[in-house]
């Protein structure tokens, strides 16, 4: 069973629209979780961790986590073709090891 | 943050051979780890780096093939050894911060002839 599971995509949407990105976990005990954006040939970037139910902004990123349905999710508002990359999922549980999903590969149509 | 650096940044490599990667931080951290991405692929871990003792392998990646050291809290070292071509991917060195969160080297580029 796999710990982090996402969506692989392809996930198209146009410039301007809202990006919504998802991923599901299967551990409860899972306590923290991060968002990273990869482009091709590059290695992963953190966009954003969230701790606590909930949204957390950051410019045009919005976290949301709800712990009781065992996901979280990664909002792009106002769309760029520079958002185009793969995003990753990571949880991790009350020891140190993050769990990566498969990434979900979002393109942004001009 | 933390500023990660790794050399080389690519290499080719023939069989039967082997490579050492380094990783350096900007600033000592609290844990160290190396991945490997294939093509395409999310990142597999293959192990924890600790800082003077020895690492801590993932299932299916054991110390003769992957050899790792730590001397310090800001440097690392992984040997990919007698390397075969199933070894070319991306390895990936990252750093966790007293914070919690995780960065990334930039990787280096193996291929294996």
């Known amino acids: 069973q796999k710990e982090v599971e996402q969506n692989s995509g392809p996930l198209s949407v146009p410039e301007g629209a809202i990006a919504s990105l998802n991923c599901t976990y299967s551990d409860r005990g899972s306590q923290s979780f991060f968002w990273y954006r990869q482009y091709s040939g590059k290695s992963p970037e953190l966009i954003m961790f969230i701790y606590s139910n909930g949204d957390k902004e950051d410019g045009r990123f919005t976290a949301q986590l709800n712990k009781a349905s065992q996901y979280v999710s990664l909002l792009i508002r106002d769309s760029q073709p520079s958002d185009s990359a793969t995003y990753l999922c990571?949880?991790?549980?009350?020891?140190?090891?993050?769990?990566f999903g498969t990434g979900t590969s979002l393109t942004v149509i001009p | 943050s933390a500023v990660i650096s790794q050399k080389p940044s690519r290499d080719i490599c023939q069989r039967g051979t082997s490579l050492t990667i380094q990783c350096q931080v900007d600033s000592q951290v609290t844990m160290m780890f190396w991945y490997r991405q294939q093509p395409g692929q999310s990142l597999t871990l293959i192990a924890t780096?600790?800082?003077?003792?020895?690492?801590?392998?993932e299932s299916g990646f054991v110390i003769d093939k992957f050899p790792i050291s730590r001397p310090n809290l800001t440097f690392s070292t992984l040997t990919v050894s007698n390397m075969s071509p199933e070894d070319s991917s991306i390895y990936l060195c990252?750093?966790?911060?007293?914070?919690?969160?995780?960065?990334f080297g930039p990787g280096t580029r193996l291929l294996v002839l």
């Open positions: 990252s750093a966790r911060t007293s914070k919690e969160t995780q960065y």
């Open positions: 780096a600790n800082q003077g003792s020895e690492a801590t392998y």
């Open positions: 990571a949880v991790t549980l009350s020891g140190n090891q993050f769990y």
